[in-house]
């Protein structure tokens, strides 16, 4: 059963949205599985043109059946998801048997994306659904990793990062980067940015190269804010110079 392009019927009639040939086409066993000649199956085409029920129905009458796309096609497009908080599409890409961890090109999964994006419904709707909050990236990020770096560039990013944290979420992967980073904080007296580090569990106690800590570098600039955080959050600042 083929249209007069040579493209199989039930591609067709999927990705046009025509619920009831559907189901006719599948009760005379069209082939669910069959590939038209740009690689797609009927499944494929009902999930791209949104075609929820038509998606569901070819999955019922098909077990097992997945969509797929060459690559890490799949990852871009929940990422590309995820980074619109389009939570519907989120949805759809994993009813359809797409991963919350599927990666793109740069190891970056959806919940990475989403949180850079602050999109909180994405972000959440992810982590119930067994996305990875250590994932990392080829650049070595995870998302709390990217919720704290987008700190200032999105309107959600503390929530985000409070909502990975419940999940286990923590910045220990790359302790010497935060030192630094707090360090670099103290000495230039950003009390904002040492605030964030501190909400996400950076240890306030740790030192550089020269096991100077950050308290160290406020006291010597006397940024009598930075003192009272640190000394707030328990750091030992009888730590010898």
């Known amino acids: 059963m083929t249209h007069f ?3 199989p019927a039930l591609h067709v009639a999927a990705a046009e949205g025509h619920l009831d040939l559907v189901k006719s086409l599948l009760k005379l066993k069209a082939d669910a599985t069959l590939k038209d000649k740009l690689g797609n199956t009927p499944l ?42 389009d939570l519907d599409q989120i949805k759809r890409l994993m009813a359809n048997g ?8 740069d190891k970056r ?11 909180i419904p994405v972000v959440t709707y992810l982590l119930e659904n067994g996305a990875d909050i250590d994932a990392k990236d080829r650049f070595g990020g995870t998302a709390l990793a990217d919720a704290v770096r987008h700190s200032f560039d999105v309107r959600n990013a503390k929530q985000v990062q409070a909502l990975l944290r419940t999940y286990g979420a923590d910045l220990t992967f790359s302790t010497n980067d935060y ?16 605030r964030i580090l501190v909400e996400n569990k950076v240890d306030v106690s740790l030192g550089n ?7 160290h570098l ?5 940024v ?16 010898c110079s």
Not at 98 to 105: D, I, L, P, Q
Not at 210 to 215: E, Q
């Open 5 to 7: 392009s040579n493209t």
């Open 44 to 85: 494929q085409d009902a999930v791209q043109a949104k075609c929820d029920r038509i998606a569901a129905l070819i999955r019922f009458e098909t077990p097992g059946i997945k969509y797929t796309v060459p690559s890490n096609e799949l990852g871009g497009l929940m990422c590309e998801a995820a980074f619109d908080g």
């Open 98 to 105: 797409v991963g919350s961890n599927e990666s793109n090109y």
């Open 109 to 119: 999964t959806a919940l990475m994306t989403a949180s850079c994006e602050g999109h």
């Open 179 to 194: 030192t630094a980073k707090m360090n670099e904080y103290a000495h230039t007296g950003d009390i904002d940015r040492i």
């Open 209 to 215: 190269y020269d096991r100077r800590t950050p308290l």
């Open 218 to 222: 406020a006291a010597c600039r006397f």
């Open 224 to 239: 009598y804010v930075c003192l009272r955080v640190y000394l707030n959050n328990y750091v030992c600042y009888y730590v």
